[in-house]
């Protein structure tokens, strides 16, 4: 390896500070107009302004959820119901002491995360979809809602809870509250999305089985993210409760929730401020024109609402963008960190079995794809699966990452069975896998797929983006050898397929696997590509002591590379040997020629 | 046995909503959240007949012509850009449950309607008296079922259909009119939705806003049930058979809920619903 792989690209990486200035600048400038506002409103547009403030705090809390990270829901709307409940109910059947209020905060924020952390159980789990994941955020209003109405004196039923006491504010207190309280969640969330952890989630949006495969727990993501928007919209409902003096059912309840994703979807999911914006003018102008044209605004609302979803996914916001993109002609200038190469993990010990399969067997119905595969592989090894279309190549691969895959049969990892490990766990026992057709990241940068491969390595960072990326050295040459060290800054969607193929195998190694399972990681690539990546891959096993399984069909390739070949046919495992003996084995060239079932 | 007639006529209410959601959602997998505003064109289509000054029973072709019609539409404008976008077509739909909702305002106003019952009266089933019109609403679901049934099993276009939620991309190599078969089936589904309004309008209020109430239900059982109608069937026996006993024995508001809580737990522990059975 050469020493100047350390480094390749030197940019200078952008600090923290620079990256604030702008979202500073803003949010100083909103809040001084926040601030000033109060004393030139009227008290009718102030009193309604500062309910929008606190309803546009609940779309960014909706944004992060359904733009960024791809789940719609409707449950903000109860999470924020809850907190104002909560709020109400201490204050009227307990007590308005400053020890109450302040007990009454912290249920208002303790109760919804507590429902999130269910609601997030209920949602996500291995499998699940994000449809099911919208059925329950639309059932978990719908229950609080009739939960209230069935409260009796306790939550004040149909008729809500009015005439408690409230935070001593005026209505200027409670509008430049609500407008900070906006402006300080908008800035974090912006501050977030931009960050390395931000970044976790469009990844858990765009591709959820990749972030498995890179270790990461999609679920443990999207329910500590529901945990901690349920806290926030509870606090908002806190000071809901205090700044209008009255809850309703109507706050908790699943057509708030729906108005909520409209507003969202009229600013521009995935763009925070076109949210916040969005909620504020269409709460203020609903309120304002209600008095007049009630049913004929709801209308106007409701078919911009359709036109928008089918024609601007991306909303107002989406629409600006592409606007400013025409006029100044280019795209924004993406930070590109520098790449350096990371420390190795110590080397694993060589004259162990590192993977051990035995008996292993799959069938779907009663259709069986493999049966009986005995295979014991050691660190050092290169072992290629050749065998004809639907002989069970990528089965197998599945089987050996996968423990929630209904096999029967026993495959262990470094002496440890992965029957019933989610992906991430086998992930963590030190697997890599890639796929047949190359799956990364399309919305992200090069530069950032490679760091969620990292993200198991290196915790990321929740407030700004580190300014050094570094990963092994196998990632390191790949990228290199393909050139794709020069396009870290570019989205990784406008790739090629085969520096999409570099990318993914850059990301797997990224992960510094024991074991690395490679389903046709050659396709589409070059002659020369490919001589590069296989003596990449040889000098993985042979140098550092790497395992890899390797599908492939190309023979003369495989012969090249390997240091045992497998042949797979019609699910049974029918020759394990040395590349010359298998090679020139009578049973290959029947299999391939298209002639015997053996 | 009060109880049983109940429990039967519920489901049969539920049934009777859900199955042109059903429909719509096992050919072309896009959750029709706009279902309860034809549930409420349905309803409306009733009030029109009966202010022409004709019989409340014309309302039942009516609506389920007006429905297919109008439903022929949204799929052409609204439904047919959304298919790679199953999210996206929920909120349009609902976009457009919106608007048909604010139409219905502006046209008939906000006020509850009132139009003469299909049937009244009592009828004496083995020892206790009963709702005539509770027991129609069995007989309907029956018929509306066997017909939905023999349309899938028994015509071209059921055969069409079933290849659709089987393998869509197979069907259409296979020469079959994938885009036609969705617009046929969401016609069929509207108008199922704008016929089961009518049927409504004797249990519930008419107002522009009725169908929302019966939205979400439709939509659990529907989810719960995935593409087969038997499965619906079943999830709308057991589920509305819940709500009825709960309603009963332990609290209304409960047993309100009780469809959509119960839902949820069945397809968190099997995704696949009741269509596995």
Not at chain 1, 163 to 181: A, C, K, N, Q
């Amino acid at each position: 390896m050469p020493e100047d792989a350390a480094l390749l690209d030197d940019r200078p990486g952008w600090g923290i500070a620079s990256e604030w200035r702008a979202p500073a600048a803003a949010a100083a400038g909103a809040a001084l107009i926040v601030w000033i506002a109060p004393l030139v409103l009227g008290a009718f547009a102030a009193n309604v302004l500062t309910r929008s403030m606190l309803y546009a705090t609940l779309a960014v809390t909706v944004d992060l959820l359904w733009g960024f990270t791809g789940i719609l829901t409707f449950g903000q709307a109860a999470f924020f119901g809850v907190g104002a409940y909560a709020t109400a109910m201490t204050m009227t059947s307990i007590g308005s002491t400053p020890a109450w209020m302040a007990a009454a905060l912290a249920l208002a924020i303790v109760v919804p995360m507590v429902l999130g952390l269910v609601v997030g159980w209920l949602s996500f789990y291995p499998g699940s979809t994000p449809l099911y994941a919208s059925v329950i955020s639309l059932v978990f209003p719908i229950v609080v809602t009739q939960l209230v109405y069935s409260g009796g004196l306790l939550t004040g039923s149909s008729s809500g809870l009015v005439g408690y006491d409230t935070l001593p504010l005026e209505l200027e207190g409670f509008f430049r509250l609500s407008g900070i309280v906006m402006i300080a969640v908008t800035l974090a969330a912006w501050v977030f999305v931009r960050s390395d952890a931000g970044k976790l989630l469009v990844a858990v949006r765009d591709n959820d089985v990749r972030c498995a495969y890179l270790g990461i727990s999609t679920k443990r993501i999207q329910i500590i993210l529901m945990v901690a928007l349920a806290g926030v919209a509870g606090f908002t409902g806190f000071i809901f409760a205090h700044a209008s003096g009255v809850v309703a059912p109507e706050n908790t309840g699943f057509l708030f929730g729906t108005q909520l994703v409209i507003w969202v979807a009229l600013g521009g999911r995935g763009s925070l401020i076109g949210s916040v914006c969005a909620a504020v003018a269409i709460d203020y102008l609903s309120a304002s024109l209600s008095g007049d044209l009630p049913f004929l605004w709801q209308l106007v609302l409701g078919a911009a609402f359709v036109i928008i979803i089918i024609f601007l996914p991306d909303g107002i916001a989406g629409l600006a963008r592409t606007a400013s993109l025409a006029i100044s002609g280019s795209l924004r200038q993406t930070r590109v960190s520098r790449v350096t190469v990371a420390v190795p993990r110590t080397a694993a010990d060589r004259r162990a079995t590192l993977l051990k399969v035995s008996g292993l067997a799959r069938s779907f119905g009663s259709l069986s794809v493999l049966e009986n595969i005995n295979l014991e592989i050691r660190p050092g090894e290169l072992v290629s699966i050749v065998g004809p279309n639907g002989a069970g190549k990528t089965t197998l691969i599945r089987c050996l990452s996968d423990g929630s895959e209904p096999f029967k049969g026993v495959v262990e990892i470094a002496g440890q069975s992965i029957r019933g490990l989610t992906p991430d766990s086998v992930v963590a026992l030190g697997v890599g896998r890639k796929f047949q057709v190359a799956s990364i990241f399309e919305s992200l940068t090069v530069a950032e797929c490679l760091r969620l491969a990292r993200t198991t390595s290196e915790t990321p960072s929740g407030i700004g983006s580190a300014p050094i990326l570094s990963l092994p050295v196998a990632s390191v040459e790949i990228l290199r050898l393909t050139g794709l060290i020069d396009l870290t800054g570019s989205p990784a969607g406008l790739l090629s397929h085969g520096m999409k193929q570099a990318l993914e195998l850059a990301m797997v190694l990224a992960l510094e696997p024991r074991l690395i399972l490679l389903d046709e990681p050659t396709a589409g690539l070059t002659n020369t590509e490919r001589a590069t990546i296989g003596a990449v891959l040889r000098h993985l096993t042979e140098e550092a002591g790497y395992a890899i399984i390797l599908v492939e069909h190309d023979l003369d390739f495989v012969r090249e590379i390997s240091s045992r070949i497998v042949v797979l046919h019609q699910g049974r495992l029918v020759l394990d040997g040395a590349v010359d003996d298998v090679v020139n084995s009578e049973m290959v060239r029947t299999i391939y020629s298209g002639g015997g079932h053996v | 046995m009060l109880l049983l007639l109940d429990i039967l006529t519920t489901a049969a209410i539920l049934f009777v909503v859900s199955v042109g959601l059903l429909a719509i959602f096992g050919v072309l997998k896009i959750i029709n959240f706009a279902h309860g505003a034809w549930l409420t064109i349905g309803a409306y289509c009733a009030v029109v007949a009966v202010k022409m000054g004709l019989n409340p029973w014309a309302g039942l072709p009516i609506a389920f012509v007006v429905g297919a019609l109008l439903g022929g539409i949204a799929e052409l404008l609204i439904i047919r850009p959304l298919y790679r976008r199953p999210l996206d077509a929920i909120l349009a739909t609902w976009g457009l449950g919106i608007v048909i909702g604010q139409l219905i305002t502006l046209e008939f106003g906000r006020d509850v309607q009132l139009i003469p019952n299909l049937m009244s009266g009592t009828i004496r089933v083995l020892s206790v008296d009963y709702s005539v019109y509770r027991l129609f609403v069995l007989l309907a679901a029956l018929v509306i079922g066997a017909l939905f049934a023999l349309t899938i099993e028994g015509t071209r276009l059921g055969l069409a259909a079933r290849a659709v939620i089987m393998n869509e991309t197979l069907a259409r190599s296979l020469g079959i009119d994938t885009d036609r078969v969705r617009l046929v089936i969401f016609m069929i589904g509207a108008g199922l939705a704008a016929l089961a309004g009518v049927l409504l309008t004797p249990l519930t209020s008419v107002d522009p806003n009725m169908g929302v109430a019966w939205l979400i239900g439709a939509f659990m059982l529907v989810m719960v049930a995935d593409t087969s109608y038997l499965a619906l069937a079943a999830a709308c026996i057991v589920f509305g058979g819940v709500q009825v006993l709960v309603s009963t024995f332990v609290s209304p508001v409960l047993g309100g809920i009780s469809i959509a809580v119960l839902a949820a737990l069945v397809l968190r522990i099997n995704s696949r619903g009741f269509s596995r059975a």
